[in-house]
């Protein structure tokens, strides 16, 4: 809906001062003829101009003033409300607040608050029109407030029509004032002969019969007739009934149609703010609407010093596996699993949004660092749980999330919404820089205000790497019957200045989304069949291989090739795939594993978490190893519940003919629960830490 600002003047008028229309007096009567309290009101809650209805209502209250502000008025949390209203009317957008309001001294003021247009007068200021409705039956106690609404209609009629240049936006083009005794058809011809158009008569009666004779209601017509069609043609006609208040003989005095032609359908003005302020995919708040938002909790904090402010930042990892993997359909549905997950988690209290393609936000109240921190894991967690099927395929998500907490107003006094979302954005990408599925903290700091636009350093293209750049490492596997070394897995590390920073983590993702993954698999490879051929060492030596390159045909035609020269390598060489990449391609990563069996090398399936989809197949596939998930074995350490589980599991494997692995071993007593179980292998920190490679044979 298009305002305009105060009065329109023609560019060709010349007007006297004397021929000028008292602008002040214009409103004033028009406010008297508003069947409601009413005023107009400044940002700052200053009252330009109010009607006697509104006096009236003041001059009830316990404490009757005078009030020349509303926030002399009205109770902190009334302010606040009235003051969100009237910022949101001020930028053109007409807005309804149901509830009551009430008076400092706790007298009811109004139960539903309407801002409407909004006017400059003569100092230039805008003001908004404010209506406070109340209940009908404690207007019609009030019989003088008639007399009031005729003499301003008098006046009205005595003027004639408005100077020329001079139109009124978002005031009543016409008022009826209707008897009791009128018929629902006697009002709906009175009203279309005022209002013209071709719009049936029957079927206004109709609804206006419809209508309540004891509260306000509103009908919109279509303009020009039953049945819009251009943007022209969709233009209403707002009649806004008003009961009346009884005369002084106490007769019902009927009720008052105040008219507006050519406005917006409130249909299209409700279905149009919801676009702009929320996502239409996921239904959660845009970005818009949450710095909006931000910005309105950010004024909660200068005034409740009981609890501070956390704002996450969420960026999904490997979502464009799902994309490009399942479908733009299957990515859809993810986002919308994503949304629910991350509201859900947010809770009642808490604000989510989606604020780009697969960037999540949400603010919480917490009451300390720490329980930001724990807000952020269970985001995470609960995204863990989400399971996509798509035919054949299960797509698991992940995320990195960033958090901005500020302990105080203090910390955040002079910023905005959009400043504290760009440091817990900022915070998001350093957890990325370590490899993603992590959260980052920033404690907000006064300081912080003048580097807020100061980003995190772009991270070099996993391509522009030089051999040089790039080292492997070993770390130890040992078998846990024998205390003694089976096997090492060979781990990709990064060095030189351009590595600072960077994790080799968040490296090999960021060469798997741009596509460079195969060949650092290819280089990996070629570097350990290569120390391999030259060792005596007849240790077995796992690395891990990419989706990508286990689809790439050139990178099994090299390990084809290579292996053929010197069949004996094979039996040295263990080949991992993640469990999630499984998940997602298990037609390739099938045939892979069938692929490299052949060649006479091991298979291990990483990060086993025993899913059913991954178990239901163990049966048909020539795998030799699972290696449990980081924490399986950690987490049922202290669990019983969950120790009996994963024995079940280390058993069922081992009937199929598998061996596992455990993961992350950090202490004896870990390596001791281990051995309980049965498990055959492990490996971590408490064994050996990852060292440079290959070893001097």
């Known amino acids: 809906m298009q305002i305009r600002q105060g009065l329109m003047r023609a560019s060709h008028m010349q007007a006297t001062a004397s021929e000028k ?48 502000y ?97 139109a009124l936006k978002h005031f009543p083009d016409e008022v009826l004032i209707f008897d009791a005794v009128d018929t629902a058809e006697g009002r709906a011809a009175r009203i279309l002969e005022t209002i013209g158009g071709s719009y049936n008569t029957e079927d206004l009666a109709a609804q206006l019969s419809e209508c309540s004779v004891d509260v306000v209601q509103t009908l919109y ?10 943007d022209a043609d969709r233009k209403m006609c707002e009649i806004r009934l008003v009961p009346l208040p009884a005369d002084a003989s ?33 239904s959660l708040a845009n970005r818009r609407a949450f710095t909006r938002a931000l910005d309105t909790e950010l004024q909660r904090l200068s005034r409740d010093e009981s609890s501070g402010l956390a704002v996450f930042y969420i960026d999904l990892d490997e979502f464009k596996k799902v994309n490009d993997l399942g479908g733009h359909d299957a990515g859809d549905d993810m986002l919308q699993r994503v949304a629910s997950s991350l509201a859900l988690t947010l809770g009642e209290f808490g604000t989510a949004a989606r604020i780009g393609g697969d960037e999540f936000a949400g603010m919480l109240p917490a009451v300390n660092k720490e329980a930001a921190i724990a807000v952020a894991g269970e985001i995470l967690d609960a995204f863990a749980r989400i399971r996509l099927e798509v035919s054949d395929r299960v797509f698991t998500i992940g995320g990195s999330v960033g958090v901005a907490y500020a302990a105080d107003w203090f910390a955040v006094e002079g910023c905005d919404g959009a400043a504290l979302l760009g440091l817990a954005d900022r915070a998001c990408l350093r957890g990325k820089r370590f490899g993603g599925h992590s959260v980052q903290v920033h404690t907000v700091r006064p300081q912080d ?68 993954i195969a060949q650092v698999d290819s280089w990996t490879l070629d570097k350990v069949l290569d120390a391999a051929e030259r060792s005596a060492n007849r240790t077995t030596l796992t690395m891990n291989v990419s989706a990508e390159s286990a689809r790439d045909t050139g990178f099994r035609d090299s390990l084809y090739q290579r292996l053929s020269v010197n069949p004996l390598l094979a039996c040295r060489l263990c080949l991992e795939i993640s469990e999630k990449d499984f998940l997602r391609e298990p037609a390739d990563i099938s045939y892979f594993i069938n ?99 290959p070893e001097v044979a």
Not at 259 to 278: G, K
Not at 633 to 644: F, G, V
Request: net charge negative; with cysteine.
């Open 21 to 68: 229309l008292d602008e002040t007096t214009l409103y004033a009567d028009l406010l008297e003829v508003m069947p409601v309290p009413a005023a107009y009101v400044c940002l700052d809650g200053r009252i330009i101009l109010q009607n006697s209805r509104l006096l009236d209502l003041c001059r009830a209250a316990a404490d009757p003033g005078p009030y020349q």
């Open 70 to 166: 509303l926030t002399d008025m009205m109770s902190a949390d009334g302010w606040s409300r009235v003051q969100a209203a009237l910022s949101t009317s001020l930028s053109g957008v007409p807005i309804q607040s149901n509830g009551t309001l009430e008076f400092r001294c706790g007298t009811v003021l109004c139960r539903q608050l309407l801002c409407t247009s909004f006017v400059s007068f003569a100092n230039n200021q805008p003001a908004v029109l404010m209506q406070f409705e109340q209940d009908m039956a404690d207007e019609r106690e009030k019989p003088d407030n008639l007399k009031t609404v005729k003499a301003s209609l008098a006046r009205l009629e005595a003027r004639g029509s408005l100077p020329n240049g001079v």
């Open 221 to 230: 017509i279509p303009q020009n007739g039953p049945m819009p069609g251009t």
């Open 250 to 282: 106490g007769d019902d005095a009927g009720m008052m149609a105040i008219i507006r032609r050519n406005v917006d359908c409130p249909h299209e003005i409700a279905e149009n703010r919801r676009l702009a302020y929320q996502d239409p995919l996921t």
């Open 449 to 516: 205000w003048p580097a807020a636009g100061h980003g995190v350093g772009v991270m070099p293209e996993p391509g522009s790497f030089q051999a040089g750049e790039l080292a492997l490492y070993s770390m130890p596997i040992i078998c846990l019957s024998r205390n003694k070394k089976c096997g090492a897995e060979i781990l990709l590390r990064l060095q030189g200045d351009r590595s600072q920073g960077l994790s080799s983590k968040a490296w090999i993702s960021a060469a798997e989304r741009s596509g460079f």
């Open 595 to 693: 692929f490299v069996s052949d060649l006479g090398c091991q298979t291990a399936i990483d990060d086993f978490a025993g899913h059913w989809p991954v178990l239901s197949r163990l049966t048909g596939l020539r795998v030799d190893w699972v290696k449990l998930a980081a924490g399986v074995a950690q987490e049922a350490l202290d669990n019983p519940a969950k120790a009996s589980l994963l024995k079940a599991l280390v058993g069922a494997a081992r009937e199929l003919g598998l061996k596992t692995i455990a993961k992350h071993v950090e202490t004896k007593a870990e390596a001791d629960f281990l051995r309980m179980l049965d498990i055959e292998a492990a490996q971590g920190f408490y064994f050996g830490r990852p060292e440079p490679w």
